[in-house]
């Protein structure tokens, strides 16, 4: 007999330690941990989503015939030692938690683990490509990836010829589109008894069971799938969640696996109900980002989180925590959509949320604070390399060659934001210039000399030379940095 250990990520039935569990000799342990929950000020729906999907798959598990402890203490090795006095003398086995602190305080305990199988690549896997890259270039890794795991390949030669669609997947929003409804996921019992503890009353946005998991995926592959790729970049008002999948909070959490959900897109691709360039960018997004994610994040280490090597030391914006302290409608459009479901996809947390910490030199740590606790799909492995190295380029480039900024140009051409703002991304001065656009110019004159240095940022400092309002622009920068500070922009 043996104490399973279920972290509350770790949620599926046939993976980590579950995998050869025996029904009628092993107990499962799940702890709600009191110190996470008041750890942070999380977002109701994250918070919400976590527990209830976690009591949810005990009861299935007891359901399934399994002795099962759900323990509330006040902290994870509070909640073990409490299974380990019922059931004295056995050992505890837990698969790898998918975080550095949390693999530091189980091993400390004396857990033992077993393989984290919850990712589609071996940690010494990624580790041995990385160490044979001079950069970590996504693209090479996602190649391997597509070959090695077979997904979308004839042959030696990816389907369709290329390795990628990225030039059909740019389009701005559509004019006059009707974009179809997103599923909605009834509440039953066990969330309501979460949500009355937690005083907070859930949207029906996010699934807290298997099934509901499975009914967003098969949604997901029935109504957005075709259309995914070429809108994947594009942001629009009418519409919230465009054609994403919605899936990231189950796979993160153990509710799908990663092969269940590429076994789905592949099945779709080959009964002709998408087009490559949709089924190729979904398969991207899962065996390359998702994958390139995780893998970075235990191969540059538990440090990484702390570097701020552009030396940003700017309090969190108060734009960031409501959408009233601010005029800029994208971002006041984007903060008000995450307190209502905790989510928006992959372009506003980058060229907007992250652009703007990124431009304004907002501190690195605080905003990475700030995104784990407001994201429904947040985790350390998952947000440590996406702020770090991807959205605030905090890392000096370790992770990606150039920092993602951007003025208003970019936002203006893949959204229909700027239409209804009082500033103008056009405009790099004067009282209706876009923050965007100043800060984007600001941002490279006040680093000019690290990025000068950098071939492909080069051409865009070179840029400044062309300014001949630098000064004023400059000035311009001053008011906006002042009054985002005090909420007025
Ligand atoms: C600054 C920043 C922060 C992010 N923080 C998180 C986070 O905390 N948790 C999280 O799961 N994703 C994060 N992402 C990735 C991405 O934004 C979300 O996975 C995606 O928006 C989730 O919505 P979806 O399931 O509809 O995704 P889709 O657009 O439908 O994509 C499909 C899947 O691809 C995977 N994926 C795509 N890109 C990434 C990536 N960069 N990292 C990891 N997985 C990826 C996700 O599992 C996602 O479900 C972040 C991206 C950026 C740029
Ligand atoms: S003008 Fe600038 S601040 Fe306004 S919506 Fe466009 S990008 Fe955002």
Not at 135 to 161: C, H, T
Request: aromatic share 12%.
């Amino acid at each position: 007999m043996s104490i399973l250990f279920i972290p509350f990520d770790h949620l599926h039935r046939d993976y980590g330690v579950l995998k050869n569990a025996k029904k009628s000799e092993d107990v499962v342990v799940l702890v709600e941990s009191a110190s996470m929950i008041a750890g942070a000020d999380w977002h109701p729906e994250r918070l919400f989503f976590l527990i209830s999907s976690a009591r949810h798959f005990a009861a299935e598990l007891k359901a399934e015939g399994f002795e099962v402890r759900y323990i509330k203490a006040k902290n994870t090795v509070a909640g073990i030692k409490e299974a380990q006095k019922e059931f004295a003398g056995q050992s505890v086995i837990s698969a790898e938690p998918s975080s550095f602190r949390m693999t530091q305080s189980l091993a400390d305990h004396g857990v033992q683990f077993v393989d984290n199988d919850f990712f589609l690549t071996p940690r010494e896997l990624f580790a041995s490509w990385a160490s044979s890259q001079k950069s970590y270039l996504m693209e090479n890794f996602y190649r391997k990836q597509r070959v090695r795991l077979n997904v979308l390949m004839e042959g030696d030669a990816p389907i369709g010829g290329a390795w990628n669609y990225d030039k059909d997947n740019r389009l701005p929003p559509p004019k006059n589109y009707t974009w179809p409804g997103y599923l909605e996921h009834d509440r039953d019992e066990i969330d309501a008894g979460v949500a009355a503890e937690l005083k907070m009353a859930p949207t029906k946005t996010w699934a807290t069971t298997r099934a509901g998991a499975l009914a967003q995926m098969k949604y997901f592959i029935t109504h957005h799938f075709e259309k995914f790729g070429p809108y994947e970049d594009a942001m629009a008002l009418d519409s919230w969640a465009l054609h994403h999948s919605l899936l990231s909070p189950y796979i993160n959490n153990g509710l799908l696996h990663p092969s269940e959900v590429i076994d789905a897109a592949c099945k779709s691709f080959y009964k002709g109900a998408v087009p490559i360039e949709s089924a190729e960018a979904f398969v991207r997004q899962i065996i390359g980002w998702r994958e390139y994610i995780n893998g970075m994040y235990w191969y540059l280490g538990e440090d990484y989180r702390n570097h701020n090597q552009l030396g940003a030391d700017r309090d969190l914006l108060p734009a960031f925590i409501d959408s009233a302290n601010t005029s800029m409608n994208c971002v006041s459009s984007i903060v008000s959509d995450i307190k209502e479901r905790s989510w928006v996809h992959h372009i506003p947390r980058l060229m907007v949320l992250s652009n703007l910490a990124l431009i304004t030199g907002t501190n690195p740590q605080e905003f990475l604070d700030w995104m784990r606790r407001e994201f429904i799909d947040a985790a350390d492995w998952v947000m440590v390399p996406n702020i770090i190295g991807m959205g605030v380029h905090a890392d000096g480039g370790q992770m990606m060659s150039k920092p993602y900024a951007a003025g208003g140009a970019y936002i203006s051409r893949m959204s229909n934001y700027c239409k209804g703002c009082i500033y103008d991304p056009k405009l790099r001065v004067g009282d209706k210039a876009c923050p965007f656009t100043t800060l984007y110019w600001d941002f490279l004159d006040r680093h000019r000399e690290t990025f000068v240095k950098n071939h492909r940022m080069a051409q865009q400092v070179h840029g400044l030379k062309r300014l001949s309002d630098l000064e004023q622009l400059k000035d311009r920068a001053q008011q906006v940095l002042l009054g985002l500070e005090k909420g007025e922009i």
